[in-house]
DNA sequence: GGTAATTCCCATGGATTTAGTCGGAATTAG
DNA sequence: CTAATTCCGACTAAATCCATGGGAATTACC
């Protein structure tokens, strides 16, 4: 039940892209140092993003990516489902015809259980956005990085 | 974000034993079969559980294993722990001290949403208990196993 | 036009975890 | 004694995680 490096690593540089929204593409090095991310593993993680419409890249010198939408449309649960799959505790949950397909899994109480889980997972990372983050993080003791 | 088969077959092999609470002990190989799980393999689990306390063993001939407590007092969260390791989406929120361990997670609101994610997994799981489960699964069409 | 910066794409590799098998010793009911 | 069963540890195969690296394409800037 853990996020792998890769939500954890794509939310955190989501996050610094928010911090400086509107002032122009940001590199992947720059947010790699920032964040403390290794370089060429987040590139890879932020081409997945790409490809999924979440940002936006600029080739070339004084490229680098942004957000491909404003702050406040982009939701963290949008960000871990492009790096770490859906977000389900069971499989057979994300499935049509999975009643059948579920077999022994059978006993629907067990089924709802986990219907009912995933459903507060999903309550959580789609109701927070990446501005309600940074709005979040200003009434934090902690520097923004 | 899943419950690897460990912590499912977990469940279902409680779910098992709740079904025949205080009818005596249940061999790994009925379970195994009635719920489809490959016998070895839960062996291994049911061992974990057994040594974590949330079953009792009966060796020998027409032994096998029973709930260790009443199911109204074991909850999936508890079988899931054991399994599958503490619920908790990011390592962190587990260590004392880890406010500094984290370093550059830094910012706080990412801290706290993974937070408030993590104590909604934990409400849903640890307010289940295997008598509610076996409960709400005789409002069900399907037979439980 | 040349150069440096940067994205983009793909291939590789080690470490860890997951999933499942197996063989044999110890224990116990009948 | 025998059959059933737990108990224990070793083993393998596959998947996933976590990177690292090379090279091509694109672009800003001088």
């Known amino acids: 039940m853990r996020i792998s490096t890769r939500g954890e690593y794509g ?4 996050f610094h892209l928010t911090l ?3 002032k122009g593409p940001i590199p992947v090095r720059t ?3 920032q964040q403390g991310i290794p ?3 987040l590139e890879q993680l932020i081409g997945a993003l790409r490809r999924a419409g979440l940002v936006t890249s600029i080739r070339g010198a004084q490229g680098g990516y942004t957000l491909a939408h404003p702050p406040e449309d982009i ?3 949008d960000v871990i489902r492009v790096l ?3 977000i389900t505790p069971m499989e057979c949950l994300d499935k049509a015809g999975a009643e059948t ?3 022994v899994l059978g006993p629907c109480a067990m089924r709802k259980m986990w219907q009912r889980l995933k ?6 990372l789609d109701t927070t956005t990446l501005a309600s983050l940074v709005q979040e993080s200003l009434f934090c003791e902690e520097e923004p990085v």
Chains 1, 2 share one sequence.
């Not at 939310?11 to 989501?14: P, S």
């Not at 459903?119 to 959580?124: A, G, H, I, T, Y």
């Open 11 to 14: 939310v955190r540089a989501m």
């Open 20 to 22: 400086h929204y509107g």
């Open 31 to 33: 947010i790699a140092e």
């Open 39 to 41: 370089e060429y593993y």
């Open 75 to 77: 939701t963290v649960g």
């Open 84 to 86: 770490e799959g859906p």
């Open 101 to 103: 397909e579920c077999g």
């Open 119 to 124: 459903d507060s997972m999903e309550r959580v």
